[in-house]
């Protein structure tokens, strides 16, 4: 079958771990080779790509079309408005991708299912392109689009509007799921595919002496290293895991991502006393950061919203435990000892004690390692064919050699 896959969260050659997530469940899809898929993933406008910009630069400088992985992916513009953005999105978004849109279809690739990732703006958007185009769309549930979004009556009413129109809906999590049930989907209309693990990218040293490298590299050398791994926004709660350091004083953090609080936190750090102890390594590219977690002793999460944390199974492969906040789909993903904790509650305290209490129980890196394997892609790839094949009824068909 010919999918035509439709999201504004997938990387670029100018943004390459912006939406990864999406990216893999698509590559591991095309993998079985019996589905056919393009990208179409939006871009905003903006006419200046200097890095003063900031992420609006980002997006000037991402490609109009590139291939990645083997995928044929395009980045067209749409317009997106300063404050009022939001209430618009969606329409700006359908509008603007209609003809983009018919060009595909008018250059031979007539696809069978609309594939849309996040419920807003991108899947109200999919929503008026399948009503336009007479395709069945399915929408894909990823975390903040369902978990916070729908708190406004505007995106709410038009999640609702996207929701009954859709052919099909696929969640990350059961909880994710019982959002879309609480605002009056029925519940067999909705399938939880929860994301998986790349085990080849994410895996534990195979040599002692590679983990004592690797700590090397990062500089992990002395006492615990604790690693967190996201933008650095609010939400994701890097400020908890400075602010618990004074309690863990044999503890150095690393920070994996970058993000406006970059200079709230150095500063936090330099408050608490502890500067010498919190490393701010800016992005590490995805392909890396499998050295980073088989270095560490622990993983941290303290986000305050997700739907299902991808940096906690990543964490796992690589043998590395974690402490994670007791939040949305996350304790799906933290359900044995073998994978780690959950804080006790979301605050500096809380760091501190799950920390203490992995510690205490070290599991066996071995034992997360095999926990994690649980987690491939090969379920949730399954589940993805059988779905697009109930909705088009076709059996999804071999792709050409």
Known sequence: MRILSFT????????????????NRLRHLVATRAAEVRVVA???????????AGSYGKYARAPLHEVRHGLDVMH???????????????????????????????EGYDFDVLDAHYFYPDGVAAAWLGKW?????????RGTDLNFLPKYSLPRRQIQWAAEKAAGMITVCQALKDSLVELGVPQQRVTVLRNGVDLQLFRPFREPNERAVARTTFGMERGTALVSVGQLIERKGHHLIIAALPELPDAHLFIAGDGPD??????????????????????????ELPLLYAAADISILASS????????????????????????????????????????????AGVAAGV????????????????????????????????FQGITGQAPRMAAE
Not at 8 to 23: R, S
Not at 133 to 141: L, R
Not at 264 to 280: C, I, P, Q, S, T
Not at 373 to 380: G, I, K, L, Y
């Open 8 to 23: 504004t969260l997938y990387p670029n050659a100018a943004q390459p771990i912006h939406g990864v997530f999406v990216e």
């Open 305 to 348: 919203r997700e739907g299902w944390a991808n940096v906690l199974l990543e964490s796992m492969a690589c043998g590395t435990p974690v402490v994670a906040s007791r939040i949305w789909g996350t304790p799906e993903v933290v359900a044995e000892p073998a994978a780690g904790v959950l804080m006790p509650e979301r605050s500096a």
């Open 262 to 287: 970059r200079a709230a936190l150095k500063n936090l750090a330099a408050e608490l006393g502890v500067a010498d102890r919190v490393h701010l390594l800016g992005v590490v590219p995805h392909g």
């Open 133 to 141: 185009f007479n395709k069945p769309v399915v929408i894909t549930g």
């Open 356 to 387: 203490k209490a992995v510690l205490a129980d070290l599991p066996e890196r071995g034992a997360t390692r095999r926990y994690a394997e649980r987690f491939s892609w090969d379920a949730t790839t399954d589940g993805q064919l059988r779905l």
């Open 42 to 52: 939006p871009v905003p406008w903006f006419p200046f790509k200097g890095a003063w």
């Open 76 to 106: 067209p513009r749409y317009p997106v408005i300063p404050k009022i953005g939001v209430s618009v999105a969606p329409t700006l978004l359908a509008w603007f991708m209609r003809p983009v849109i018919a060009r595909i279809m008018r």
